[in-house]
Nanobody, 121 residues
């Protein structure tokens, strides 16, 4: 059973940047980032299907966020640029061994503990 450790959340001002990191304890194919703000549903942000080298993004972050990997370290990153207050949320790394529907949370079996991102105006 894989374990995920996510980190990198912080408080930044509008327009700032952050990089989130998720380390998996072993290889796992589909890895993604989700976020959830208070009172809102969990939202898929970005997905990386490692074997296919495909990435997917929510419309709300397209062009601002980039998901990438370091294969040797079983690590994925989420580079977040041009941050907005609406990006404030708890961000979770998620993973599954198969090919997941990219931004559908029900398809992911393993979850990190979450890392908080706060963007102030």
């Amino acid at each position: 059973q894989v374990q995920l450790v996510d980190s990198g959340g912080d408080s930044v001002q509008t327009g700032g940047s952050l990089r989130l990191t998720c380390v998996a304890s072993s290889y796992i194919n589909s890895m993604a980032w989700f976020r959830q703000a208070p009172g809102k549903e969990r939202e898929g942000v970005a997905c990386l299907q490692r074997s296919l080298r495909r990435t997917y993004y929510a419309d709300s972050v397209q062009g601002r966020f980039t998901i990438s990997q370091d294969s040797a370290k079983n690590t994925i990153y989420l580079q977040m640029n041009s941050l907005k207050p609406d990006d404030s949320a708890m961000y979770y790394c998620a993973a599954t061994y198969g090919i997941a529907s990219p931004l559908r949370s029900d398809d992911y079996d393993y979850w990190g503990q979450g890392t908080q991102v706060t963007v102030s105006s």
